[in-house]
């Protein structure tokens, strides 16, 4: 672990937007655990989601006191690793051959480290209402009596408003993992007859061998006639694929705790008809005017109206929004649409997704979606594979 808080700037962002509005954080959400510990952690999915009573939790002063860093005993190793926190605190989860106590082990567990970085009995404590378990929220009330909970959330969504340079550093590698993805992709669009299934499995293990390990990847890959309308997430599936069928891939990956998400559509087999290059075009079209309009001083919602016009002169209308902002999490705020006035600011990083689809009875659908950093001069595409039309 880093015992040198003044490396971490994620965390001096915080302190600097909370300052004021409470003297010290409990965070349990997955998003600003990882964010604020450098710790990558885990989705409860599978046994993890029920071996230990809540995930993993961080703590801090507002001031210039400790910090602390909690996990399943599971996770301990993983956390020595990674966190950038002084402290680290564990509770239990599932045990063979003896019994645990994951519930009173977590809240021992918040209390300790609460105690660690210096709450009061008679201070405001930051917390996430819609991350924080009931029992801790209790617990806290019965161990810490005089103390105000106050909703940090708003401030923290302002502080990952803009990325610092190691975050994104962590967003080009990510995109890089998502551009592996997408060359798979169009490697396998060459050849008709490949099953979903088989694709996708080949997908993700070349993101898999270029990431160095097994990493979370969701999203979706349909061909043929599912491209015509979103039903998010709409495949894979078992079928096999013909020549002339559409192929569209939306696909995010996570890597050490940051999030790729990236789309591509091809036509299978043979070269795109002028019916095809339509809608892809079309796409294409409001991905780039939406991407122009990311530069500091707009405003979000300026972006969709530009991506809305490229679709007006293709003689299509929009479909969905035009994309988010990403980080810790995959769908991160501010978002282009009609109604988001938030200034665009260097350091913002983006995922534009205009779709164009032909609707129910059709034959196709596109959508293209790349990443894209703000940088002082204007949008950088951080994706560097190339449409598939």
Request: charged share 20%; hydrophobic share 40%.
């Amino acid at each position: 672990m880093n015992t040198n808080n003044a490396t971490n700037e994620e965390l001096g962002k915080a302190r600097e937007e909370l300052r004021g509005l409470c003297d010290t954080v409990l965070l349990s959400s997955v998003h600003h655990v990882t964010y604020i510990s450098g710790f990558e952690a885990p989705h409860a999915v599978g046994v993890g989601a029920v071996i230990v009573y809540a995930g993993a939790f961080a703590a801090f002063s507002v001031g210039e006191g400790g910090t602390c860093l909690g996990v399943s005993v599971g996770n301990a190793e993983q956390a020595k690793r990674e966190s950038r926190l002084d402290g680290l605190v564990t509770f239990e989860g599932f045990e063979s051959f003896r019994q645990a106590d994951p519930r009173g082990t977590y809240l021992e567990g918040v209390r300790n480290a609460l105690a660690q970085v210096g709450l009061g009995r008679a201070s405001r404590l930051g917390i996430e209402p819609n991350a924080l378990p009931y029992g801790a929220a209790d617990y806290i009330a019965r161990h810490f009596s005089g103390v105000t909970l106050v909703d940090a959330t708003p401030a923290l969504e302002r502080v990952r408003l803009t990325k610092t340079a190691r975050e994104i550093g962590l967003l080009r590698r990510a995109a890089y993992i998502g551009d592996v993805g997408h060359r798979a992709l169009a490697d396998l669009c060459k050849t008709a007859g490949l099953n979903e299934f088989d694709m996708w499995g080949v997908i993700t293990a070349r993101m898999n061998q270029a990431a160095g390990r097994e990493i979370p990847c969701v999203g979706e890959l349909v061909t043929g006639p599912r491209t015509t309308t979103v039903n998010y997430p709409g495949g894979p599936r078992n079928r096999a694929t013909a020549i002339g069928d559409a192929a569209l891939m939306d696909i995010s990956q996570r890597i050490d705790g940051y999030w790729s998400d990236v789309t591509n559509t091809h036509v299978i087999g043979r070269e795109a008809n002028a019916h095809e290059r339509k809608y892809a075009r079309a796409s294409q079209a409001a991905f780039a005017a939406a991407c122009d309009n990311l530069r500091p001083g707009k405003l979000a919602s300026e972006a969709w109206a530009a991506a809305d016009l490229a679709y007006t002169q293709h003689g299509l209308q929009m479909p969905h929004y035009m994309g988010h902002q990403i980080g810790v999490v995959v769908n991160e705020l501010p978002r282009v649409v009609p109604y988001d006035h938030t200034p665009i600011q260097a350091g913002m990083v983006f995922s534009l997704e205009p779709g164009a689809y032909e609707g129910p009875g059709g034959t196709f659908g596109a959508r293209s979606e790349k990443m894209v950093l703000v940088t002082p001069s204007g949008p950088e595409v951080l994706s560097q594979f190339e449409w598939g039309i």
